[in-house]
């Protein structure tokens, strides 16, 4: 049986890293003809979405992505803790708290996040959503610290579902956009550390429960696994092209998706 609709349509943006740039690239060409009734982010994703959901002007955002200089220079630490990460806490945390202060949405938004202990998946939103949740959100294990909200702890809400698609579904979305930024060809080794998670959280991913979905993605890598960690103006640049191509490319099959829904609310 289908969930009760509460969301006619979303915006999912899944994590990735620095390919966050590629998204920014579909956002600016989509938003011209597609506003969503809820964002909806995992890691990158949920900074991106963040920002999306303040409603303003996608170039800039994109200009944003040209010039990350906050990513140009990461400062690694020996992690004092497995929960604390490599990566300078202090530098990581105030970028995040910055973000989450220059924008405020105005769309509902949803943070996805896994429970570290249990390994499971959920999803937060507005207004519950913090700049811990957000930060958490991009917790990747070992590399970025980790958070305890609400009495658990938090880590990268991509590790099990790069793009959260059953997160729309869970909320009770109707037709969602996808942004997914990483290969389906996946590495062997990704493939089988994942399966590995999956099988400890005893985790499959939930159905659709009927949502309509369409995911905008590049028929290729966007590039080795190893550039998700660094910023470059022109990677970044290329990802950014790229995101607009493939969004103009995925016009007609998103339209078809968004025409004939539902009239209710």
């Known amino acids: 049986m289908e969930s009760a609709r509460r969301y006619r349509t979303a915006l999912v943006l899944g994590g990735g890293g620095m ?4 998204q920014a690239g579909v956002w600016a060409e989509i938003s011209r003809y597609f506003q969503p009734d809820i964002v909806i982010g995992a890691s990158i994703g949920a900074i991106n979405g963040w920002a999306v959901a303040a409603g303003g002007d996608p170039e800039e955002w994109v200009a944003q992505w040209l010039d990350f200089r906050e ?6 630490r020996f992690p004092r803790s497995p929960v604390s990460g490599c ?3 202090e530098a990581f945390e105030a970028f995040m708290r910055g973000h989450f202060e220059r924008f405020q949405p105005r769309l509902p938004m949803g943070v996805v ?12 939103t507005t207004p519950e959503v913090t700049w811990r949740h957000l ?3 991009c917790g990747v294990p070992l590399i970025l610290p980790q958070y305890r909200l609400d009495g658990r702890w938090c880590m990268d809400g991509g590790l099990l579902a790069s793009l959260p698609l059953w997160a729309a579904a869970d909320l009770g979305v109707e ?13 062997g080794w990704l493939l089988a ?16 429960n009927g949502l309509r979905a369409v995911v905008v993605e590049h028929p290729q ?3 080795p696994l190893a550039e998700t960690t660094r910023w470059r103006r022109e990677t970044s640049e290329r990802w950014v092209a790229l995101g607009r191509e493939d969004a103009r490319r995925a016009r007609p099959a998103i339209e078809a998706a968004l025409a004939g829904l539902s009239s209710s609310q």
Do not use: C, Q
Not at 115 to 120: A, F, I, Q, S
């Open 71 to 76: 990513a140009s220079v990461h400062r690694f």
């Open 193 to 208: 550390g994942r399966a590995l998670l999956h099988a400890a959280a005893r985790w499959d991913e939930p159905k659709s």
């Open 175 to 187: 037709a969602a956009i996808g942004v997914n930024i990483m290969p389906r060809k996946t590495p």
């Open 87 to 89: 990566v300078d806490r």
């Open 135 to 137: 930060a958490a959100s």
């Open 19 to 22: 390919f966050g740039a590629y």
């Open 221 to 223: 890598p966007l590039g």
């Open 113 to 124: 996040l896994t429970d570290t202990v249990r390994l499971k998946p959920f999803v937060v």
